[in-house]
């Protein structure tokens, strides 16, 4: 076969290699000497099965072959296997394929007898990652999407929860709150204006629900123009390879697949108490709320409650904090407390170590909350215009149907265990996201599996979502951002001695001329002593966290050390560079406070 240079002879060549894949049962790209090609052709004899095989080593333009199949699959690496037109992929993934059955699956031509090479249950971050990439992989993908409305009746559109109740409305309400204290600051500046300056809920939230309808209809385009069939249905299974989708009229339609990607996320948890459904809301109802919510209680004390507490404050509405036992749970204590106490001196309240009792209304727009302390036992009553319950979020996995396709579940708290590959214990049925057993509930972090997986499922790559040192930020007022661990995880599993903590206070350029917050900030390091005072954990409490810390969650990934931290040249005037200049450990007892630029 002569070498193939032009792009004529390059489309010639991918329709070469594509008759070859529609015409051969199995198809092996491998190269005679290669070991692993000889293992995926040793286990098809032992099989009894037919494989056609093109050694590359041995042809004239087997590197044009290499090149082309990349473009093709994605991988780069032989063997590169295809059964029944479907790309399996290398070795390791034909030996698993075979280890887990579904090898025999694809050799029988099974998945042929399907709707859907792959369905997807759940418009959310990973749901629609995963679908758009499969597709993109030239698989025949369905998407199936459906947002049950909250007991007061809020209902949004596709995209899930980052996009209708989640990141962005928060970082957008997060965004008017800064721009009232960035109000007060310029008057120090000399910026001159009235004094009155009022902020109005309904132009906020049409503007913010303006935008996500915009993300909505782009998310709906993108499905399309990848030809990933999107439906607007509640799935649930009935068989392990169909599920049911009833659609807002009740219309019941029946599809099946090859495989499947359950990626339904969560929703707010309730309660349990008294007039929790009837008169509280959730923060799935106030980025749509219509009216401003006046006087609110939140309770909680977690991520979604500090910081939709943080923002409603921060628009000058009167904001208490229930808070049942510690701030920010699973973060390190020492920056939940700072940032909890930043939130404190601009206003906030916190009724601490209470729980709630019962939720009565008084009259429309005025709830009667009574809670009790956990300590004492003491009663509390107060009176709030709302209640925003932000008290975690439930798996969405007890109506699916799991039982009718025998997928393990967590029975305590409905989330699912899957495999370093995102694999239930139904070797055809996959879940990444929220729903995930002991992973990260972050937009990023569902994206990137959901990727990964399409492209380990049909693009023979064999990359796994990496779940170590995710950086993440808790956009409260004061921002926290960490990656790493904690300072109390990193004692536990290095002990005292070994560990090694630098930190500093610090105060923003941008905060000296209004003259507040000094020494606010916080910044903090842990090293690991016994591995060349490698970071371990690093933390930030000050403005921008999101944009600092993202830079060192790629350095940590990159194996940073203090030494690399310290050769490091800051960059004059800014808070990020006084991880480049720490010298305080904590041990020391130090003084904290900056001093001088
Ligand atoms: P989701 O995005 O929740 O999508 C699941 C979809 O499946 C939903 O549309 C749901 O309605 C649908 N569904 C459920 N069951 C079915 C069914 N049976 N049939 C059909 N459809 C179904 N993360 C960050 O990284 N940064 C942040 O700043 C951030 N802020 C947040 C703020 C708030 C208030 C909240 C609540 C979350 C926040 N998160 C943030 C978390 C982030 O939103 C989630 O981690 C992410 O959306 C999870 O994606 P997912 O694909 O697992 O699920
Ligand atoms: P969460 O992390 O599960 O925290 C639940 C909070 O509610 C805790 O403070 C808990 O207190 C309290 N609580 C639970 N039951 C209670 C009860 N009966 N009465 C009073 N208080 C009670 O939940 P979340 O804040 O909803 O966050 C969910 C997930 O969304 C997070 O894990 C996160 O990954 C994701 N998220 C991310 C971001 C971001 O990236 N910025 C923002 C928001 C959400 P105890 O400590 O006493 O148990």
Redesign the pocket.
């Known amino acids: 076969m002569p070498p193939v240079e032009n792009a004529g002879g390059k489309s010639e060549l991918k329709s070469r290699i594509q008759g070859l894949i529609d015409s051969n049962q199995v198809m092996v790209f491998s190269k005679s000497y290669c070991p692993f090609c000889i293992k995926v052709k040793d286990l098809f004899r032992e099989l009894k099965v037919d494989c056609n095989v093109v050694e590359l080593d041995l042809i004239d333009d087997g590197t044009n072959y290499q090149e082309m199949l990349l473009e093709m699959t994605g991988q780069k690496t032989v063997p590169s296997v295809f059964i029944n037109k479907t790309h399996l992929g290398g070795c390791d993934k034909t030996l698993q394929a075979h280890k887990d059955g579904s090898l025999q699956q694809l050799l029988s031509g099974e998945s042929e007898k399907y709707d859907y090479d792959l369905i997807v249950i759940g418009g959310g971050s990973g749901g629609l990652a995963c679908s758009k990439e499969a597709a993109k992989l030239g698989k025949k993908v369905m998407v199936v999407d459906y947002v049950v409305p909250t007991p007061k009746g809020t209902t949004w559109g596709l995209g899930g ?1 980052c996009v209708n109740v ?2 962005i409305p ?1 970082k957008l309400m997060h965004q008017t709150a800064l721009l009232s204290t960035a109000m007060q600051d310029a008057r120090k500046f000399g910026w001159e204006f009235d004094e009155a300056v009022k902020h109005n809920w309904d132009t906020m939230r049409s503007a913010i629900n303006n935008y996500i309808g915009s993300l909505n209809w782009g998310y709906r385009v993108a499905l399309r123009d990848k030809d990933v069939n999107y439906v607007n249905a509640y799935a649930e299974f009935v068989e392990p390879h169909k599920i049911k989708a009833t659609n807002k009229k009740g219309k019941e339609t029946f599809y099946t697949a090859a495989k499947f990607v359950l990626a339904t996320g ?1 929703r ?2 309730y ?3 008294p007039g929790d459904k009837e008169y509280c809301i959730t ?1 799935d109802d106030l980025f749509y709320l219509p009216h401003c919510p006046g006087k609110t209680l939140v ?9 939709c507490g943080g923002f409603l404050a921060g628009l000058g509405i009167d904001v208490t904090v ?9 973060f390190d204590q020492d920056m939940a407390n700072r940032a909890g106490e930043h939130m404190e001196e601009h206003g906030v309240k916190f009724l601490r170590k ?3 009792v019962k939720i009565e209304e008084l009259e429309a727009g005025r709830l009667k909350v009574t809670g009790k302390s956990t300590d004492t036992g003491e009663i509390f009553e107060g009176e709030f215009n709302t209640v925003l319950i ?4 439930d798996a969405c996995t007890d109506k699916l149907g799991l039982d009718k396709a025998e997928v393990k579940v967590n029975p305590k708290n409905g989330k699912i265990p899957v495999s370093d590959e995102e694999q239930t214990n139904v070797p055809h049925i996959y879940a990444i996201g ?1 729903i995930l057993e002991g992973k ?4 990023p972090v569902a994206i990137q599996a959901g990727k990964l997986l399409a492209r380990r499922l049909y693009g023979g790559a064999t990359l796994k979502c990496d779940y170590v040192n995710v950086p ?4 409260t007022p004061l921002e926290y951002g960490c990656c790493g661990l904690s300072e109390e995880r990193a004692l536990e599993l290095y002990g005292q001695e070994n560990v090694e903590i630098y930190h500093s206070l610090f105060w923003p350029l941008e905060f000296t001329v209004p003259g507040r917050d000094n020494n606010k900030c916080y910044a903090k390091i842990l090293c690991n002593k016994l591995d060349n005072d490698r970071v371990i954990g690093f933390h930030y409490l000050g403005p921008n966290a999101g944009e600092v810390t993202q830079g060192f969650g790629i350095a940590m990934k990159c194996g940073v050390t203090k030494d690399q931290l310290d050769v490091t040249i800051g960059i004059h005037p800014t808070c990020a560079e006084i991880f480049t200049t720490m010298e305080v450990t904590k041990k020391s007892g130090g003084s904290l406070a900056m001093s001088g630029c």
Do not use: N, Q
């Not at 309770?299 to 910081?307: P, W």
């Not at 990260?440 to 937009?443: D, G, I, R, Y």
């Open positions: 929860t989640g990141c928060k969560e707010p948890r309660l349990g108490v923060s309770i909680g004390a977690s991520y979604v409650a500090l910081e229930m808070v049942r036992s510690i701030l920010l749970r699973g209470y729980i709630p932000a008290v975690g979020r929220d990260w509930e972050l937009t993440t930020t808790v956009f």
